[in-house]
C-alpha cells in the first residue's frame, strides 16, 4: 500500500483521480522547503495516456520508467523539479547524479544562450577559442601529469577511449576490472561491468579479469573502521589502529589474478573511486593504492572512473582518486561535468595521449563549442558557489542524519555510507544477516517518497539501496525534508509489517 492508498483508507470517499485532492493529503506529509521560482502551469501538450502509449510504441522498451505511475517532468529550477500536474519535488538524484550545479541554473543558462546565438558546431578541423579555453581550464583542475585532454560525448566512450589507450600503450591487453563495477553500455564497456543485471548474453571482448569487490559491508571481510566515511558499518571489527584485515584480505584477492590468470605483463587497472551504479560502496582506505602499487609492477595503466565522483561529488576533494591518495594514468569524467549537457572527457598524459595518432581518431561532437561552453561555465559555477565546499558540509549534515535513522529503524536500515553528496542507504529485511529488502516492499518506499514529492535513486546488485546524488546546491532544509520523508515512508512500511503479523 503507498502513502496515498493509505490515506484513501482513512476517508475512503476521496477521489484521487482528482489532483486537487492530491496536492491538498499530500500536503499532510513534510512540507517541501520553500522556493521562490515559479512553474508555469501551461497545459501539457500530451495527456499522461499520450505519453504512455507513446512510449510503448515509438521508444525501446528498455527505457523503463521507475514508478508505476510514471513521473512526467515538464520544468526543472536547482533542485527542483515539477511535473506534468505542477506538483514540486526535492530532486535527490539528480537526473543520475548528473545534474551537478542544479537544474536550469539561470547562469548557465545565460552564458549557453549567447554561446547558442554564436557558434554550435565546427568539428575539430579548425580552431574554436572554446575549447582551447575550456581544455586549459579542465587540465588545471587535474593533477599536473594529467594535462592532455579528450573530449567526447558519453560516460561510456571516455572509458571506450581510456581502455583503447591503455592497450596501445602497454602494447597489452589484458585489464583488471572489480566485481560490482560499471563503467557503461558499450560494446567494450560491458565486459569491465562486475553488476550481473547489466550482463547480455553475447560475446564480449576478452582479456577483462574481475577481483574480488572490496566491499566492506556486503563482502566477506569488512569492519567497522575500513571506509573513508563519517558512517562505518555495524559490522564487528578487531583490527588494531593502522590496520585493516579485510584490506589485506581483498588485496590478497587481487594478488591472485597476478598469481593465476593473467600474463607478466598487463595493460592495466579500472576502478570507480566509490562505486555508483553497484550502490555507492567504498574501498577500504587504503585498497585502491595498494591496487595501484601491484598493477604499476606490472607495467600496467591504473584508470581512474571519476564519471560519477567528480566535480567535488566527494566533498572533502574534487575528484575521487585524490581521496585514496593515486594519482591515476588516466582519468574518465561525465554526467557532472556537463550539468546534463552531453559532454564527457579522458584525461591522461602527453605520452598515453600520443597513442590516438597511431591511426585516424575522430569524434564529430566531442568538444565543440556549444559543449566547451557548458564545461567551462560549470566549472566555474562549481568554483564560484563552493560547490565542492556545500557537498562536503550538505554531506556530512546528511550522512549524520542518515545515521541516525539507521539506529532508529533498526529492522529496516542495514548501511549509511559515502562521502560529500555520494550516500546510500542500503535497506534490509534481515539486518543482522544483512539480507537485502525484496523489490517489493523497497519498490513500495520508493513509490511512497515520490507521493511526497522527493525523488531519490535506486542501485546495488539486489536494487536495494538508495542512491542519494543530489545537485551540490542543496541545502539544510532539503536534508530536513528529505529525513522526515525516508522516516515517514519507513513508518508506513513498519506498519505494514505489524499488520501483516
Ligand atoms: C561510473 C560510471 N562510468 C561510466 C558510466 C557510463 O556513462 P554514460 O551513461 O554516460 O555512457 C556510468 C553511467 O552511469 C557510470 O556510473
Known sequence: MNYLSSIYKINPKINFNNYRYIRYYSQLGPQLPKCNFNAKNNKPKLSATDIESIHKLNLNPCLKPWYRKPVVIKQGYMQYVWDNDNK??????????????????PKLVEETTKQLSKLWHTSSIYYNEEIHEYAKALAEKLPDSLNNIFFCNSGSEANDIAILMARLYTKSYDIISLRNAYHGDSLSTQPLCGVQSWKFPIPLHFGVHHSTNADPYSGRYGG??????????????????????????????????????????????????????????????????????LVRQRHGVCIADEVQTGFGRTGTHFWGFEGHGVVPDIVTMAKSIGNGFPLAAVATTSEIAK??????????????????????????????????????????????????????????????????????????????????????????ILENCRDMGLLIGRGGPNGNVFRVKPPMCINEEDIDFTINVLQKAFDLHKEKIVKKQ
Do not use: W
Open 224 to 293: 567497522s573502521n575500513c571506509r573513508d566515511s563519517i558512517v562505518q558499518t555495524t559490522r564487528h571489527c578487531e583490527c588494531a589502529l593502522n590496520e585493516c584485515n579485510a584490506c589485506d584480505r581483498y588485496i590478497e584477492d587481487f594478488q591472485q589474478l597476478f598469481d593465476s590468470t593473467l600474463p607478466k605483463k598487463i595493460c592495466g587497472f579500472i576502478a570507480e573511486s566509490i562505486q555508483g551504479v553497484g550502490g555507492v560502496v567504498q574501498f577500504p582506505k587504503d585498497f585502491l593504492k595498494r591496487a595501484y602499487h
Open 355 to 444: 597513442t590516438l595518432t597511431e591511426a585516424s581518431y575522430f569524434n564529430t561532437f566531442g568538444g565543440n563549442p556549444l559543449a566547451s561552453c557548458v564545461g567551462l561555465n560549470v566549472l566555474k559555477i562549481i568554483e564560484d558557489e563552493n560547490l565542492q565546499n556545500n557537498s562536503h558540509k550538505m554531506g556530512t549534515k546528511l550522512l549524520r542524519d542518515l545515521q541516525k535513522l539507521r539506529d532508529n529503524y533498526p529492522d529496516i536500515v542495514g548501511d549509511v555510507r559515502g562521502k560529500g553528496l555520494m550516500i546510500g542507504v542500503e535497506l534490509t529485511s534481515d539486518t543482522k544477516l544483512r539480507k537485502p529488502m525484496i523489490k517489493s516492499d523497497f519498490d513500495e
Open 88 to 105: 514540486r519535488y526535492l530532486d535527490m538524484f539528480g537526473g543520475i547524479v548528473t545534474t551537478s550545479i542544479g537544474h536550469c541554473h
